[in-house]
Protein backbone atom coordinates (compact mmCIF):
# COMPACT_ATOMS: atom_id res chain seq x y z
CA UNK A 1 0.00 0.00 0.00
CA UNK A 2 1.36 3.47 -0.53
CA UNK A 3 0.43 6.88 0.78
CA UNK A 4 -1.68 8.02 -2.85
CA UNK A 5 -4.76 7.97 -0.52
CA UNK A 6 -3.44 10.39 1.99
CA UNK A 7 -5.08 14.07 1.77
CA UNK A 8 -3.33 17.22 3.01
CA UNK A 9 -0.21 17.21 2.04
CA UNK A 10 0.77 20.66 0.58
CA UNK A 11 1.05 21.67 -2.47
CA UNK A 12 4.54 23.08 -2.45
CA UNK A 13 5.80 19.73 -0.86
CA UNK A 14 3.98 16.95 -2.81
CA UNK A 15 3.85 16.61 -6.77
CA UNK A 16 6.94 16.40 -9.40
CA UNK A 17 10.51 16.44 -7.42
CA UNK A 18 12.56 19.39 -8.11
CA UNK A 19 16.39 20.20 -7.83
CA UNK A 20 15.82 23.09 -5.64
CA UNK A 21 17.02 21.46 -2.57
CA UNK A 22 20.00 19.20 -4.24
CA UNK A 23 23.50 19.85 -3.86
CA UNK A 24 22.72 22.08 -0.84
CA UNK A 25 25.27 20.32 1.92
CA UNK A 26 28.94 20.19 0.27
CA UNK A 27 32.49 20.02 1.15
CA UNK A 28 32.50 23.45 1.69
CA UNK A 29 36.01 23.67 0.36
CA UNK A 30 35.66 21.93 -2.72
CA UNK A 31 32.58 24.53 -3.70
CA UNK A 32 35.00 27.93 -2.81
CA UNK A 33 35.43 28.53 -6.58
CA UNK A 34 31.54 28.12 -7.06
CA UNK A 35 30.54 30.46 -3.86
CA UNK A 36 33.14 33.04 -4.72
CA UNK A 37 31.56 33.61 -7.86
CA UNK A 38 28.28 34.24 -5.84
CA UNK A 39 28.86 36.68 -3.31
CA UNK A 40 32.54 38.22 -3.66
CA UNK A 41 31.46 40.93 -0.68
CA UNK A 42 31.53 38.60 1.94
CA UNK A 43 34.25 38.50 4.70
CA UNK A 44 32.72 34.84 5.81
CA UNK A 45 32.68 34.02 2.48
CA UNK A 46 36.97 35.35 1.61
CA UNK A 47 37.28 33.19 4.73
CA UNK A 48 35.67 29.49 3.94
CA UNK A 49 37.96 30.13 0.47
CA UNK A 50 40.95 30.57 2.38
CA UNK A 51 40.54 27.24 3.97
CA UNK A 52 42.21 24.90 1.66
CA UNK A 53 45.33 23.73 3.35
CA UNK A 54 43.46 22.00 5.74
CA UNK A 55 42.18 19.18 3.77
CA UNK A 56 46.01 17.85 4.02
CA UNK A 57 45.63 16.95 7.44
CA UNK A 58 42.06 15.11 6.36
CA UNK A 59 41.99 11.94 8.07
CA UNK A 60 40.61 9.14 5.71
CA UNK A 61 36.97 8.43 5.50
CA UNK A 62 36.98 4.92 6.47
CA UNK A 63 39.68 5.59 9.48
CA UNK A 64 37.49 8.30 10.35
CA UNK A 65 34.54 6.83 10.18
CA UNK A 66 35.87 3.26 11.99
CA UNK A 67 37.01 5.87 14.90
CA UNK A 68 33.80 7.49 15.19
CA UNK A 69 32.34 4.18 15.49
CA UNK A 70 34.42 2.91 17.93
CA UNK A 71 33.66 6.00 20.14
CA UNK A 72 30.11 5.43 20.10
CA UNK A 73 30.49 1.88 21.24
CA UNK A 74 27.16 0.92 19.33
CA UNK A 75 28.26 -2.20 18.07
CA UNK A 76 28.57 -3.43 21.88
CA UNK A 77 25.24 -2.05 22.48
CA UNK A 78 23.29 -3.47 19.47
CA UNK A 79 24.66 -7.17 20.09
CA UNK A 80 24.57 -6.84 23.80
CA UNK A 81 20.83 -5.90 24.44
CA UNK A 82 19.62 -5.17 21.06
CA UNK A 83 18.46 -1.67 22.09
CA UNK A 84 19.92 -0.29 18.81
CA UNK A 85 17.91 -2.62 16.52
CA UNK A 86 14.93 -2.16 18.38
CA UNK A 87 14.95 1.28 17.95
CA UNK A 88 16.04 1.70 14.31
CA UNK A 89 14.42 -1.22 12.46
CA UNK A 90 15.65 -3.13 9.20
CA UNK A 91 13.59 -3.06 6.27
CA UNK A 92 13.78 -4.64 3.15
CA UNK A 93 13.54 -2.90 0.07
CA UNK A 94 10.59 -4.21 -1.17
CA UNK A 95 8.89 -3.30 2.06
CA UNK A 96 9.65 0.73 1.49
CA UNK A 97 8.82 0.24 -2.01
CA UNK A 98 5.43 -0.82 -1.17
CA UNK A 99 5.13 1.84 1.47
CA UNK A 100 5.83 4.70 -1.14
CA UNK A 101 3.84 3.07 -3.73
CA UNK A 102 7.10 2.61 -5.48
CA UNK A 103 8.14 6.00 -4.83
CA UNK A 104 5.70 7.55 -6.22
CA UNK A 105 5.66 11.24 -7.84
CA UNK A 106 2.74 12.35 -5.45
CA UNK A 107 4.43 11.07 -2.24
CA UNK A 108 7.37 13.29 -2.43
CA UNK A 109 7.92 15.25 0.32
CA UNK A 110 11.68 17.16 -1.15
CA UNK A 111 15.32 16.46 -1.99
CA UNK A 112 18.12 17.48 -0.37
CA UNK A 113 22.38 16.72 -0.82
CA UNK A 114 21.47 12.65 -0.06
CA UNK A 115 18.45 12.34 -1.95
CA UNK A 116 15.04 12.44 -2.27
CA UNK A 117 12.40 12.24 0.47
CA UNK A 118 9.23 10.42 0.22
CA UNK A 119 5.66 10.13 2.68
CA UNK A 120 5.29 6.43 2.78
CA UNK A 121 2.77 4.06 4.96
CA UNK A 122 4.46 0.95 6.67
CA UNK A 123 2.53 -1.78 6.21
CA UNK A 124 3.46 -4.14 9.50
CA UNK A 125 2.93 -1.29 11.79
CA UNK A 126 0.58 1.69 9.86
CA UNK A 127 2.86 4.11 10.69
CA UNK A 128 3.56 7.06 8.56
CA UNK A 129 7.31 7.54 7.80
CA UNK A 130 9.53 9.65 5.75
CA UNK A 131 11.88 7.58 3.49
CA UNK A 132 14.90 8.87 2.30
CA UNK A 133 16.74 7.06 -0.02
CA UNK A 134 20.11 7.40 -0.90
CA UNK A 135 20.91 9.16 -4.76
CA UNK A 136 23.99 7.19 -6.05
CA UNK A 137 25.16 9.95 -7.90
CA UNK A 138 24.85 12.42 -5.11
CA UNK A 139 27.15 14.46 -2.71
CA UNK A 140 27.05 12.46 0.17
CA UNK A 141 26.99 8.80 0.33
CA UNK A 142 27.47 5.53 2.55
CA UNK A 143 29.58 7.26 4.99
CA UNK A 144 26.46 9.76 5.82
CA UNK A 145 24.59 6.59 5.58
CA UNK A 146 26.32 4.63 8.61
CA UNK A 147 26.94 8.04 10.70
CA UNK A 148 23.08 8.97 10.83
CA UNK A 149 22.45 5.20 11.59
CA UNK A 150 24.95 5.23 14.06
CA UNK A 151 23.98 8.41 15.63
CA UNK A 152 20.32 8.45 15.63
CA UNK A 153 20.66 5.01 17.30
CA UNK A 154 22.27 6.51 20.43
CA UNK A 155 19.96 9.62 20.86
CA UNK A 156 16.78 9.98 22.42
CA UNK A 157 15.22 13.11 22.71
CA UNK A 158 11.40 14.85 22.03
CA UNK A 159 13.60 17.35 20.18
CA UNK A 160 15.18 15.31 17.82
CA UNK A 161 13.99 13.40 14.96
CA UNK A 162 13.06 9.85 15.04
CA UNK A 163 15.02 6.98 13.00
CA UNK A 164 12.44 4.02 12.66
CA UNK A 165 14.43 2.04 10.16
CA UNK A 166 17.27 1.52 7.36
CA UNK A 167 17.78 -0.15 4.71
CA UNK A 168 21.08 -1.59 3.20
CA UNK A 169 20.31 -4.04 0.17
CA UNK A 170 22.24 -4.55 -2.21
CA UNK A 171 23.25 -0.71 -3.16
CA UNK A 172 19.88 0.66 -2.00
CA UNK A 173 20.59 2.58 1.18
CA UNK A 174 17.36 4.17 2.78
CA UNK A 175 16.61 5.96 5.84
CA UNK A 176 13.40 5.81 7.17
CA UNK A 177 12.24 8.65 9.75
CA UNK A 178 9.11 9.84 11.49
CA UNK A 179 6.88 11.51 9.51
CA UNK A 180 7.45 15.50 10.87
CA UNK A 181 4.06 16.53 9.05
CA UNK A 182 4.96 20.51 8.69
CA UNK A 183 8.10 19.91 6.95
CA UNK A 184 10.77 21.70 7.80
CA UNK A 185 11.41 25.15 9.41
CA UNK A 186 12.39 26.98 5.69
CA UNK A 187 9.35 25.67 4.01
CA UNK A 188 7.61 28.16 6.93
CA UNK A 189 10.07 30.71 6.82
CA UNK A 190 10.27 31.38 2.61
CA UNK A 191 8.54 31.51 -0.28
CA UNK A 192 5.09 31.05 1.40
CA UNK A 193 2.83 29.97 -1.07
CA UNK A 194 -0.57 32.16 -1.43
CA UNK A 195 -2.56 31.31 1.46
CA UNK A 196 -0.40 30.16 3.93
CA UNK A 197 0.40 32.11 7.14
CA UNK A 198 3.65 33.40 8.43
CA UNK A 199 5.12 32.16 11.85
CA UNK A 200 4.05 34.56 14.60
CA UNK A 201 6.41 35.65 16.92
CA UNK A 202 5.58 33.11 19.55
CA UNK A 203 5.92 30.58 17.48
CA UNK A 204 9.49 31.77 16.27
CA UNK A 205 10.55 31.82 19.56
CA UNK A 206 9.09 28.17 20.09
CA UNK A 207 11.00 27.08 17.89
CA UNK A 208 14.22 28.56 17.82
CA UNK A 209 14.22 27.47 22.02
CA UNK A 210 13.31 23.99 20.56
CA UNK A 211 16.12 23.81 18.45
CA UNK A 212 17.72 25.00 21.17
CA UNK A 213 17.12 22.40 23.59
CA UNK A 214 17.94 19.65 20.80
CA UNK A 215 21.39 21.04 20.22
CA UNK A 216 22.09 21.21 24.40
CA UNK A 217 20.94 17.14 24.33
CA UNK A 218 24.26 16.83 21.97
CA UNK A 219 26.17 19.00 23.08
CA UNK A 220 26.03 18.10 26.80
CA UNK A 221 23.28 15.46 27.68
CA UNK A 222 24.83 12.65 25.48
CA UNK A 223 28.08 10.77 26.42
CA UNK A 224 30.13 11.19 24.21
CA UNK A 225 28.78 14.53 23.03
CA UNK A 226 28.31 15.04 19.88
CA UNK A 227 29.01 18.22 17.12
CA UNK A 228 26.00 18.35 15.01
CA UNK A 229 27.44 20.38 12.27
CA UNK A 230 24.63 20.81 9.99
CA UNK A 231 22.02 23.11 12.10
CA UNK A 232 20.08 25.12 9.39
CA UNK A 233 16.21 25.87 8.86
CA UNK A 234 15.79 22.74 6.39
CA UNK A 235 17.12 20.41 9.31
CA UNK A 236 14.72 21.45 11.48
CA UNK A 237 11.86 19.67 10.98
CA UNK A 238 8.36 20.74 12.74
CA UNK A 239 5.90 18.38 13.70
CA UNK A 240 1.98 19.90 15.26
CA UNK A 241 2.20 22.74 16.97
CA UNK A 242 5.37 23.89 15.48
CA UNK A 243 6.99 21.25 17.56
CA UNK A 244 10.74 21.45 16.40
CA UNK A 245 13.20 18.77 15.47
CA UNK A 246 16.40 18.46 14.62
CA UNK A 247 17.61 15.79 11.28
CA UNK A 248 19.96 14.93 9.70
CA UNK A 249 23.32 13.55 11.65
CA UNK A 250 25.03 12.22 8.81
CA UNK A 251 27.84 14.92 9.48
CA UNK A 252 27.57 14.79 13.03
CA UNK A 253 31.13 14.37 14.89
CA UNK A 254 32.09 13.15 18.57
CA UNK A 255 32.89 15.89 20.36
CA UNK A 256 36.71 16.63 21.41
CA UNK A 257 37.83 14.62 24.50
CA UNK A 258 40.25 15.33 27.65
CA UNK A 259 42.12 18.42 27.36
CA UNK A 260 41.30 18.61 24.07
CA UNK A 261 39.46 21.65 22.32
CA UNK A 262 39.02 20.69 19.00
CA UNK A 263 38.51 18.10 16.31
CA UNK A 264 40.35 18.45 13.59
CA UNK A 265 38.10 17.15 10.09
CA UNK A 266 37.87 18.33 6.50
CA UNK A 267 35.49 21.58 6.42
CA UNK A 268 32.08 20.54 5.71
CA UNK A 269 28.39 21.74 6.37
CA UNK A 270 26.19 24.08 4.34
CA UNK A 271 27.51 27.24 3.13
CA UNK A 272 26.50 30.39 5.26
CA UNK A 273 26.02 28.37 8.38
CA UNK A 274 29.27 27.37 8.70
CA UNK A 275 31.31 29.48 11.67
CA UNK A 276 34.08 31.29 9.89
CA UNK A 277 36.88 29.81 12.50
CA UNK A 278 36.05 26.50 11.41
CA UNK A 279 36.16 27.21 7.75
CA UNK A 280 39.85 28.94 7.70
CA UNK A 281 41.04 26.48 10.40
CA UNK A 282 39.09 22.96 9.99
CA UNK A 283 39.32 23.29 13.71
CA UNK A 284 35.43 22.13 14.91
CA UNK A 285 34.30 22.73 18.44
CA UNK A 286 31.16 22.87 19.93
CA UNK A 287 30.91 27.12 19.23
CA UNK A 288 30.50 25.74 15.60
CA UNK A 289 27.07 24.77 16.15
CA UNK A 290 26.70 27.84 17.95
CA UNK A 291 27.52 30.46 15.31
CA UNK A 292 25.17 27.84 13.03
CA UNK A 293 22.28 28.46 15.87
CA UNK A 294 22.92 32.09 15.62
CA UNK A 295 21.95 32.20 11.33
CA UNK A 296 19.18 30.31 12.20
CA UNK A 297 18.02 32.45 14.87
CA UNK A 298 18.70 35.08 12.56
CA UNK A 299 16.74 33.38 9.98
CA UNK A 300 13.70 33.59 12.53
CA UNK A 301 13.98 37.04 13.14
CA UNK A 302 14.50 38.41 10.33
CA UNK A 303 12.97 36.39 7.94
CA UNK A 304 15.91 36.74 5.76
CA UNK A 305 17.96 33.60 3.84
CA UNK A 306 21.86 32.93 5.55
CA UNK A 307 22.64 33.47 1.91
CA UNK A 308 20.44 35.53 -1.02
CA UNK A 309 21.98 35.97 -3.91
CA UNK A 310 18.67 37.96 -4.96
CA UNK A 311 19.60 40.72 -2.54
CA UNK A 312 22.62 43.57 -3.59
CA UNK A 313 25.54 42.17 -2.71
CA UNK A 314 26.16 43.91 0.72
CA UNK A 315 22.84 42.23 1.85
CA UNK A 316 23.43 38.30 0.56
CA UNK A 317 25.08 37.22 3.64
CA UNK A 318 22.46 37.16 6.30
CA UNK A 319 26.03 37.73 9.16
CA UNK A 320 27.95 39.90 6.96
CA UNK A 321 24.34 42.52 6.91
CA UNK A 322 23.66 41.74 10.28
CA UNK A 323 26.78 42.64 12.12
CA UNK A 324 27.08 46.15 11.89
CA UNK A 325 23.14 46.58 12.65
CA UNK A 326 23.82 45.08 15.63
CA UNK A 327 25.98 48.11 16.99
CA UNK A 328 22.52 50.09 16.96
CA UNK A 329 19.45 49.54 18.36
CA UNK A 330 17.72 51.93 16.00
CA UNK A 331 18.64 49.65 13.58
CA UNK A 332 16.38 46.77 15.44
CA UNK A 333 13.25 46.97 14.01
CA UNK A 334 14.20 47.45 10.27
CA UNK A 335 15.77 43.89 10.68
CA UNK A 336 13.11 41.94 11.75
CA UNK A 337 10.71 39.80 9.03
CA UNK A 338 8.35 42.15 7.80
CA UNK A 339 5.91 39.83 7.56
CA UNK A 340 5.22 40.17 10.91
CA UNK A 341 4.04 43.32 10.53
CA UNK A 342 4.58 44.71 13.56
CA UNK A 343 3.28 42.11 15.53
CA UNK A 344 6.30 41.19 17.82
CA UNK A 345 7.39 42.41 21.27
CA UNK A 346 10.18 45.47 21.13
CA UNK A 347 12.30 43.82 24.03
CA UNK A 348 11.52 40.32 23.20
CA UNK A 349 13.03 41.59 19.54
CA UNK A 350 16.13 43.21 21.53
CA UNK A 351 16.70 40.03 23.37
CA UNK A 352 16.45 37.61 20.68
CA UNK A 353 18.97 40.09 18.57
CA UNK A 354 21.65 39.85 21.28
CA UNK A 355 21.67 36.47 22.05
CA UNK A 356 22.18 35.93 18.07
CA UNK A 357 24.80 38.82 17.70
CA UNK A 358 26.60 36.88 20.83
CA UNK A 359 26.54 32.89 18.67
CA UNK A 360 27.44 34.74 15.68
CA UNK A 361 30.57 36.52 17.05
CA UNK A 362 33.65 35.88 15.06
CA UNK A 363 35.62 34.34 18.26
CA UNK A 364 34.15 30.85 19.03
CA UNK A 365 35.61 31.47 22.49
CA UNK A 366 33.36 34.19 23.56
CA UNK A 367 29.82 32.70 21.72
CA UNK A 368 27.66 31.70 24.73
CA UNK A 369 27.60 27.90 25.88
CA UNK A 370 24.29 26.19 24.21
CA UNK A 371 22.99 25.88 28.03
CA UNK A 372 23.06 29.40 28.40
CA UNK A 373 21.35 29.69 24.73
CA UNK A 374 18.44 27.04 26.35
CA UNK A 375 17.99 29.40 29.42
CA UNK A 376 17.58 32.85 27.11
CA UNK A 377 15.60 31.25 24.72
CA UNK A 378 13.18 29.64 27.19
CA UNK A 379 12.87 32.80 29.23
CA UNK A 380 11.65 34.55 25.75
CA UNK A 381 9.42 31.71 24.59
CA UNK A 382 7.57 31.99 28.05
CA UNK A 383 6.64 35.77 26.94
CA UNK A 384 3.84 35.12 25.54
CA UNK A 385 3.15 38.15 23.26
CA UNK A 386 -0.58 39.02 22.51
CA UNK A 387 -0.30 40.35 19.06
CA UNK A 388 -2.77 44.02 18.97
CA UNK A 389 -5.49 43.62 16.38
CA UNK A 390 -3.84 46.86 14.40
CA UNK A 391 -1.32 45.21 11.72
CA UNK A 392 1.21 47.88 10.57
CA UNK A 393 2.49 48.93 7.19
CA UNK A 394 6.45 48.37 7.09
CA UNK A 395 6.77 52.05 7.63
CA UNK A 396 4.36 52.58 9.97
CA UNK A 397 6.64 49.97 12.00
CA UNK A 398 9.52 51.54 12.26
CA UNK A 399 7.64 54.94 13.67
CA UNK A 400 5.73 52.82 16.35
CA UNK A 401 8.60 51.02 17.42
CA UNK A 402 10.18 54.36 18.28
CA UNK A 403 6.96 55.53 19.87
CA UNK A 404 7.25 52.21 21.69
CA UNK A 405 10.95 52.39 22.63
CA UNK A 406 10.84 55.46 24.32
CA UNK A 407 7.73 53.97 26.48
CA UNK A 408 9.13 51.10 27.42
CA UNK A 409 12.15 53.07 28.74
CA UNK A 410 15.99 51.85 28.71
CA UNK A 411 16.40 48.43 27.98
CA UNK A 412 18.75 47.01 30.34
CA UNK A 413 19.20 43.64 29.24
CA UNK A 414 20.29 45.02 26.23
N1 LIG B 1 11.03 13.22 8.54
C1 LIG B 1 10.49 14.03 7.61
N2 LIG B 1 9.17 14.28 7.61
C2 LIG B 1 8.63 15.09 6.69
N3 LIG B 1 9.32 15.72 5.71
C3 LIG B 1 10.65 15.50 5.65
C4 LIG B 1 11.31 14.65 6.59
N4 LIG B 1 12.63 14.64 6.29
C5 LIG B 1 12.78 15.44 5.24
N5 LIG B 1 11.60 15.96 4.83
C6 LIG B 1 11.36 16.88 3.71
O1 LIG B 1 12.29 16.61 2.69
C7 LIG B 1 13.04 17.79 2.39
C8 LIG B 1 14.43 17.38 2.01
O2 LIG B 1 15.12 16.96 3.17
P1 LIG B 1 16.66 16.65 3.15
O3 LIG B 1 17.10 16.52 4.55
O4 LIG B 1 16.93 15.52 2.22
O5 LIG B 1 17.30 17.93 2.44
P2 LIG B 1 17.71 19.34 3.01
O6 LIG B 1 17.67 19.35 4.50
O7 LIG B 1 16.89 20.36 2.29
O8 LIG B 1 19.18 19.45 2.52
P3 LIG B 1 20.44 18.69 3.10
O9 LIG B 1 20.65 17.50 2.25
O10 LIG B 1 21.50 19.68 2.95
O11 LIG B 1 20.15 18.32 4.52
C9 LIG B 1 12.94 18.66 3.64
O12 LIG B 1 13.09 20.02 3.35
C10 LIG B 1 11.55 18.33 4.13
O13 LIG B 1 10.61 19.16 3.48
MG1 LIG C 1 18.03 17.90 5.75
Redesign the pocket.
Known amino acids: MGCSCWPGSSSK?SGEPTNK?IN??NDISCNKSKHRAQTQASSDELRVGAYETVRKEEVSKNDQLSVDVKKLNLGDEISKDGKASKRAQPFTFDELTAATGNFQSNCF??????GK?FKGLLEKTNQVV?I?QLDRNGLQGIKEFVVEVLTLSMVEHPNL?KLVGFCAEGDQRLLV????PL??L??HLYDLPPGQKPLDWNTRMKIAAGAAKGLEYLHVKLEPPIIYR?LKC??I?LSEGYHPKL??FGLAKVGPSGDQTHVSTRVMG?YGYCAPDYAMTGQLTFKSDIYSFGVVLLELITGRKAIDNTRERSEQNLVSWARPMFKDRKNFSRMVDPLLQGQYPVRGLYQALAIAAMCVQEQPNVRPAVSDVVMALNYLASQNYEPSNHVHSSTAMTVDDDQKLVAEHELDSC
Open positions: RNKKLGSGGFVAKVYEYMGSENDSNLSDT
